[in-house]
């Protein structure tokens, strides 16, 4: 599942492959960069901000307007950026979700399924980025702010909220769930009832940061298959506290997973009862 430390970890793959070197070839297989050409671009690092993936191009001078370009992508559930010697196999995906290929001299970068795939001038990034809360693995983390934005919406619940990337940015689905397990709170808490909001981004940024730099996500310090995860992808089977079968359920537009033992309801509020 494609979250903050997953679209980190591929950002430091690309810059890896990638930074510093003059692109040879380009191949876009999305409409609106089929006639782009990279040949001659230079790539001068490769970043993320919470779920966005940024590699920031040098223009040759006379090929555009501006010379500081950024190629945009975002990973969303099932997209993938791989790096491959060149004369390698490609093995990530399918050929058909190829979206985008990157030559250098040294390495093959090759785009599977990537959505919002856009060049833009660098100087727009805030335009398009601009609206994301702090980002968990930023070196601008703010914990402060996101727990600011958060309080500014208490009717809406934890779970919904942990996932707004304009509260904070990089916590997907499966990092929402158990963060919510660990800190004991119901998805459908309101955010105004959450005791300690401060101390609940916390832990998120350190669920993110504990993953950095493997692609196994676990948040139970086990990298052990099956045993990864408290809460997220376990319907039915059994807490690993207290023993009672994880529950799933709809909320908003995605699924969650909780304990209804060790996360029990919300109390009613004063004004629903
Ligand atoms: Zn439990």
């Keep these: 599942m494609p979250e903050g430390d997953t679209v980190w970890n591929t950002a430091r793959v690309l810059h890896r492959a990638l930074a510093g070197t003059r692109l040879t070839g380009s191949d876009f297989r999305v409409p609106t960069l089929a006639t782009t050409d990279l040949s001659g671009w ?30 945009h992508s975002h990973l969303r559930m099932d997209g993938a950026w791989r790096a491959y010697a060149p004369g390698e196999r490609w093995t990530g995906r399918p050929a058909h979700l190829i979206r985008v290929v990157l030559r250098s001299p040294e390495a093959v970068a090759v785009g599977y399924h990537l959505h919002e795939l856009a060049l833009l001038p660098t100087a727009d990034e805030e335009r398009l980025l601009g609206h994301l809360g702090p980002d968990l693995l930023g070196d601008d983390w703010d914990p402060a702010e996101a727990a600011r934005r958060l309080a500014a919406a208490p009717e809406v619940t934890i779970g919904e909220a942990l996932l707004d990337q304009r509260n904070l940015a990089g916590v997907g689905n499966l990092y929402k769930c158990e963060l919510l397990f660990l800190r004991g709170l ?6 105004g009832a959450v005791p300690d909001l401060a101390g609940t981004v916390t832990l998120a940024q350190r669920l993110l940061a504990a ?54 309801p919300p109390a009613p509020t004063p004004a629903a009862g």
């Design 211 to 264: 993953n950095r730099g493997r692609w196994t996500q676990s948040t139970t310090g086990s990298l052990r298959r099956g045993q990864t995860s408290y809460v997220y992808g376990r319907r039915a089977q059994p807490c690993r506290r207290c023993g009672t079968a994880i529950a799933k359920e709809e909320l908003g537009e995605r699924v969650t997973y909780w304990c209804p033992t060790c996360q029990p």
């Design 186 to 191: 119901s998805p459908w808490t309101p955010v």
């Design 42 to 71: 230079t790539v001068r690092e490769s970043a993320s901000r919470g779920k966005h993936l940024l590699l920031r191009l040098t223009a040759p001078p006379q090929a555009a307007p501006t010379t500081a370009w950024t190629l």
